[in-house]
């Protein structure tokens, strides 16, 4: 299942040397959000990881499966609200048919999610 445009608008896109940022607005009125928590809703962590894949999808122009999530550090409740969110992707590094990436999920003053994930060519 695709996020974007379910739980989370693409505002901005922007590349400075090897780091992709991809400023985001999460959608308060997505089910996810319903089921997940109605009267706190939190972003769960399965769909940052899935968000940080599409976003790599876009970066790289391709489609991509998620092969493996080597770290994940959730250090900040992410909530929707209407503050936009900057998903960073760095070393993003090809080995054959295999995509690596390391993504920092965070605001101007707080930091949700550190990922380093394994992706291979859908």
Sequence with gaps: MKLNRTLYNIIDKETVSDVTTYTVSLIPSCIIYAAHFPEMPITPGV????????LLENCLNRELTIAGVKNAKFVSVLTPGYKPIRVSLSKIKQEDNQ??????????ETTYAKLSLQTVIA
């Design 47 to 54: 769909c940052q990881i899935q968000m940080t894949k599409e």
């Design 99 to 108: 995509f690596k990436v390391q993504a920092v999920i965070a605001d101007d």
